[in-house]
């Protein structure tokens, strides 16, 4: 699913750039009366520009050979052919495409400048929260196990299971942090490959609740889901991980005594699932946002977390062909919802 989107990525370029021939085909129609068609090669020029900056060297020089082609066809008279009258218009689709390929060429490289900037930026902003992420639990880590080992501390042993139960807690998370930026890594360079299977969502949620089972403790967690339910058609351990960030969060931004409620209900050949939980809630601004990558909300920094769960479970839902939203009020608290199609 991943691969075809990244495909479809890679094609829509093409097809814009045609759309934006097209439009100025449509502009050189009517204004061919009252300008030389060496001058409505201008607006094509224009055409090829935005392709090269937008999408790079390929398009554009692509949107320069249909511009040619085009513009001969239509605008250059004779009209609906491609043979030409005078020779001079021989020279102006070859200046065009030479001038087009250059711009391509010069226009691309800025891009890729950009782009490379914008790219250190992030890697820079990443690095830092990676590396603030992983620390934290390398430390609880090496603490824990500098006590265990001190000979001179004689610890009992309470002390020493506490001390045991730090330690495997925390790689716990460590190895959480490593495989959400494995996945992370591996959607975005399209490389995520879904394999469906049929699965019975109690079974799901059970698992997932089964993972949770530190975090949840003595929460009331309540799980509505209708006897007849269908089965549905998922790569388990992927939608497994999207469910477990979004449960995680529902318990990490509420309260301990507040319960966390599933429900899922089918309608029209699609599953829904929402999860609700009565915590801190989310501001409209930061609706907009909580679904992008590092992103976190500034009041939850005191939270343990790397702003990646809900981008990957985006992620994985959206590659099953299904959705995920939230509704939620500030305080009150928050619902996700996930829509994945039955079959
Ligand atoms: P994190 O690792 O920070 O939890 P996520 O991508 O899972 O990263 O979530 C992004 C941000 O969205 C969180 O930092 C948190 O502020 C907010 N958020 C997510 N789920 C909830 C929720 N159920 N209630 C309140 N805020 C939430």
Redesign the pocket.
């Known amino acids: 699913m991943a691969f075809i989107q990244s495909q479809r990525n890679r094609i829509l370029p093409y097809i814009i750039s045609c759309g934006l021939v097209f439009l100025t085909t449509l502009f050189g129609e009517l204004v061919k009366k009252r300008l030389e068609p060496t001058n409505i090669v201008m607006f094509y020029l224009l055409a090829v520009v935005f392709v090269a900056i937008r999408w790079g060297r390929g398009p554009a020089i692509a949107t320069s050979i249909i511009s040619v082609l085009v513009f001969d066809f239509f605008l250059v008279p004779p009209y609906l052919t491609f043979s030409v009258n005078h020779i001079q218009y021989v020279f102006t689709f070859v200046a065009f495409l030479v001038v087009g390929i250059v711009v391509s060429t010069f226009a691309s490289k800025v891009r890729e400048q950009i782009i490379q900037r914008q790219t250190e930026k992030l890697q820079t902003a990443l690095l830092n929260s990676i590396s603030h992420d992983l620390k934290t639990p390398l430390v609880s880590i090496t603490g824990a196990l500098t006590a265990l080992l001190d000979r001179k501390s004689s610890l009992d042993a309470q002390h020493i299971r506490e001390l045991s139960e730090t330690a495997l807690g925390e790689s716990d998370r460590l190895n959480r942090i490593v495989n959400?930026l494995l996945d992370m890594t591996k959607m975005e360079s399209g490389v995520l490959r879904i394999s469906k299977k049929p699965c019975d969502l109690r079974d799901l949620m059970g698992a997932c609740l089964e993972q949770l089972k530190d975090k949840i403790g003595a929460r009331d967690i309540k799980i509505d889901i209708p006897k007849d339910f269908p089965e549905i058609a998922v790569d388990f351990p992927f939608i497994l991980k999207a469910f477990f960030?979004?449960i995680?969060?529902?318990l990490?931004?509420?309260p301990d005594g507040s319960p966390v409620e599933i429900r899922a209900t089918f309608v029209q050949r699609k599953v829904q699932v929402k999860?609700q939980?009565y915590?801190?809630?989310?501001s409209r601004e930061?609706l907009k946002?909580?679904?992008?990558?590092?992103?976190?909300?500034?009041?939850?920094?005191n939270?343990?977390?790397?702003?990646?769960?809900?981008?990957?479970?985006k992620g994985i839902i959206e590659a099953h062909g299904g959705e995920i939203s939230?509704e939620?009020t500030p305080g009150k608290?928050?619902t996700?919802t996930v829509e994945l199609p039955l079959e």
């Open positions: 959400n960030n979004v995680d969060n529902a990490k931004y509420s999860i939980d915590g801190l809630g989310i930061d946002r909580i679904f992008e990558k590092f992103y976190r909300v500034e009041r939850s920094q939270v343990l977390g790397t702003g990646l769960g809900l981008c990957i479970s939230v939620s608290g928050s996700f």
